[in-house]
């Protein structure tokens, strides 16, 4: 999960550097998903800036 900063006009995420491509207001939901997720995990989750950081920090665990 990669931050790409865009104007409000643009409807489509897509990112360089993992090749990630979806709506704009789909990947607003995961993040949403992700943050509501960490919570119940008693992680102390109080920005979207927290959970990006967060979740990348999970998704470089999950790697071999």
């Known amino acids: ?4 900063s865009k104007s409000l006009s643009e409807r489509w ?3 360089a550097k993992c ?3 979806l709506d704009r207001d ?6 949403i998903q992700k943050i509501g997720l960490f919570s ?6 109080t920005s979207v800036k927290t959970a990006v ?5 999970e998704e470089s665990r999950a790697l071999p």
């Open 1 to 4: 999960m990669n931050k790409v």
């Open 13 to 15: 995420h897509s990112c």
């Open 19 to 21: 090749g990630q491509e």
């Open 26 to 31: 789909y990947n607003s939901a995961l993040l």
């Open 40 to 45: 119940t995990q008693e992680e102390d989750i």
């Open 53 to 57: 950081s967060f979740s990348l920090a």
